[in-house]
């Protein structure tokens, strides 16, 4: 089983950046491909953007598209999310999940397992 542990919420201003960790742990972990999806208060989860397993296919969201950069590091079983130009309106908890399709991801389709999420809270 993966297991998911996300750091690097904090508070912002609006215009400022956040930079978000997920590390993951076990089985075959590096074979997955990684996403990071959103909660706001009263609002459903949705998806923010998606990494292949190699790192080479990335996919955003339109709203973040432009703003945030999702990487990962296969040697530390690292993924990171670079929020840049940060608005009110990506106020959420932010979790990250492994998946073993990409194009899953790329549809908003989870896997069952997900972190602890990470707090971001972007001030106007």
């Known amino acids: 089983q993966v297991q998911l542990v996300e750091s690097g919420g904090g508070l912002a201003q609006a215009g400022g950046s956040l930079r978000l960790s997920c590390a993951a742990s076990?089985?075959?972990?590096?074979?997955?491909?990684m996403g990071w999806f959103r909660q706001a208060p009263g609002k459903e989860r949705e998806f923010v953007a998606a990494?292949?397993?190699?790192?080479?296919?990335?996919y955003y969201a339109d709203s973040v598209k432009g703003r945030f950069a999702i990487s990962r590091d296969r040697a530390k079983n690292t993924v990171y999310l670079q929020m840049n130009s940060l608005r009110p309106e990506d106020t959420a908890v932010y979790y990250c999940?492994?998946?073993?399709?990409?194009?899953?991801?790329?549809?908003?389709?989870?896997?069952?397992?997900w972190g602890q999420g990470t707090q971001v809270t972007v001030s106007s």
């Open positions: 999940n492994a998946h073993r399709s990409m194009i899953e991801l790329q549809n908003g389709v989870a896997a069952a397992r």
């Open positions: 076990g089985r075959s972990v590096g074979s997955y491909a």
């Open positions: 990494i292949s397993w190699s790192g080479g296919s990335t």
